[in-house]
């Protein structure tokens, strides 16, 4: 969505997180867009009116030829609306997984080379025990201590870590 805007595109976004503050009526019209990206449909499951209006609003923005990007943490089978199930169901697919710890170090490591230095394998070891598990959390924590070895001219050790994230900097 972010990017068909970014390009210009008419687009619309849903999150669905909290179903109570939102009404149903904002699912009518969007056959004029651009794409249609609805979040968090998982919180449909187990409210027929919103399903209903899901499944409308799939059908009219499918007549229209607008592509849709539904996205939540379960997959179609929670829908109880078995016409909207199946919607759900002949879509693409993907489930996306958390990375695994060699893949938060590979990315780390490439990270660091981006930004013009070394890794040490006992500094990714320290910061995947003791920090985030969130890759982007752990990315933004590599700039930060990249600016902070910057400015202390020194390189990124384990003592540098520790020494920042102590620091209250951070």
């Given at each position: 969505?972010a990017?068909a805007?970014?390009?210009g ?7 669905l997180?909290?179903?109570s503050?939102?009404?149903e009526a ?11 990206c ?5 919180r449909?499951?187990?409210?027929a009116?919103w399903q209903?209006?899901v499944?409308s609003l ?6 229209a030829?607008?592509p ?8 179609p089978?929670?829908t ?18 958390a990375?695994s710890?060699?893949?938060r ?7 660091a080379h ?5 890794l ?10 003791r920090?985030s598990?969130?890759?982007g959390d752990?990315v ?12 202390a001219?020194?390189?990124v050790?384990?003592a540098?870590v ?9």
């Amino acid at each position: 969505c972010a990017f068909a805007a970014d390009g210009g595109a008419r687009v619309a976004y849903l999150p669905l997180t909290d179903l109570s503050q939102l009404d149903e009526a904002l699912l009518r019209n969007l056959d004029q867009t651009r794409v249609v990206c609805i979040d968090d449909v998982d919180r449909i499951a187990d409210d027929a009116r919103w399903q209903r209006a899901v499944f409308s609003l799939y059908n009219q923005v499918d007549q229209a030829g607008v592509p849709m990007v539904f996205s939540g943490r379960s997959g179609p089978g929670t829908t109880k609306l078995a016409d909207l199930q199946s919607r759900f169901s002949a879509a693409l697919r993907l489930e996306l997984c958390a990375p695994s710890d060699a893949h938060r170090a590979a990315v780390l490591g490439q990270k660091a080379h981006e930004l013009g230095f070394s890794l040490g394998s006992e500094v990714l070891a320290y910061l995947l025990a003791r920090q985030s598990r969130d890759l982007g959390d752990l990315v933004t924590l590599l700039e930060a201590l990249d600016r902070y070895a910057l400015s202390a001219k020194r390189r990124v050790t384990v003592a540098l870590v520790r020494e920042y994230l102590s620091s209250g900097e951070c």
